[in-house]
């Protein structure tokens, strides 16, 4: 799990360093400019990362799976062999699906004026000042984008739910079932957090509402952010480690 967990927070400091600090220069700027090569890797990487780190929370489900209903094998199921090869999985699903996507933006023609409505680069963006029929791009990218947002939505919630209904059918394990229960309930969360705004950006027509910016803003800048926290709040081990190193380096040096 924790092997797992490190790779998410990699994804998670890799996915807000993408538009972050762009957004954070443009507030000091009067004319806020990116070439549209620049765009386009911001675009890449968006969705490479984004990708990514849905598969990988599928992995998380399968791994929790493992550990709650094959509690005696869990050691041998997901060995460290296995767990590489499904984060590598991970890392190319998300590699195909970011390429898909580049593919349909760079043969788009634009005539300008090319000024997006946003303060990064994405394909709902784009798309609008592309100055041709886009239809068949806005198709493809729905049912890429969004249906995979939607089936691994689906899916995971119907996951967790089968692991909360067998937690507790066997609630009287004590301790062993409440840390269980505390850990899916942490990634049933972050699922949420991280599949709600994905669907509502890319699971339709790509014609702007009025929530889209503080949507956006919060699917790649403030999520990332939540996830170390909720997994801190949830995870006794993590308290722990986190209250030994304060009371070492904090409280040793005040004294």
């Not at 997006?116 to 984008?145: G, H, K, W």
């Not at 995971?156 to 089968?162: D, K, Q, R, V």
């Not at 599949?195 to 699917?219: C, M």
Request: contains cysteine; glycine residues 4%.
């Amino acid at each position: 799990m924790y092997f797992l967990l490190a790779n998410l927070a990699f994804l998670d400091i890799w996915y807000s360093s993408i538009t972050a600090p762009k957004m954070l220069v443009d507030f000091f700027v009067e004319r806020k400019i990116i070439s549209f090569g620049g765009c386009i890797a911001q675009l890449f990487f968006l969705h490479f990362v984004g990708a990514s780190e849905m598969f990988l929370l599928t992995v998380m489900a399968f791994d929790r799976y493992a550990a709650i209903c094959r509690p005696l094998h869990y050691a041998t199921i997901m060995n460290r062999r296995l767990c590489c090869i499904l984060v590598a999985l991970s890392w190319i699903g998300g590699f195909i699906h970011s390429v898909i996507q580049v593919a349909l933006i760079v043969r788009l023609p634009f005539c300008g004026p090319n000024e997006l409505d946003s303060y990064f680069c994405d394909i709902t963006q784009v798309v609008r000042i592309a100055c041709a029929n886009t239809f068949p791009e806005e198709l493809v990218m729905i049912f890429s984008s969004g249906l995979i947002s939607v089936v691994c939505f689906i899916a995971l919630l119907m996951s967790y739910a089968f692991l909360l209904a067998m937690l507790k059918k066997h609630s009287g394990s004590g301790e062993s079932t409440s840390r269980a229960m505390s850990t899916c309930y942490s990634h049933i969360t972050i699922v949420v957090l991280m599949f709600g705004p994905s669907i509502y950006i890319y699971a339709r027509p790509f014609d702007a509402f009025s929530l889209d910016k503080v949507v956006s803003v919060f699917h790649t800048v403030i999520f990332p952010l939540l996830n170390p926290i909720i997994y801190t709040l949830r995870n006794k081990e993590v308290k722990t480690a986190v209250r030994k190193l304060v009371n070492r380096y904090i409280f040793c040096k005040e004294k």
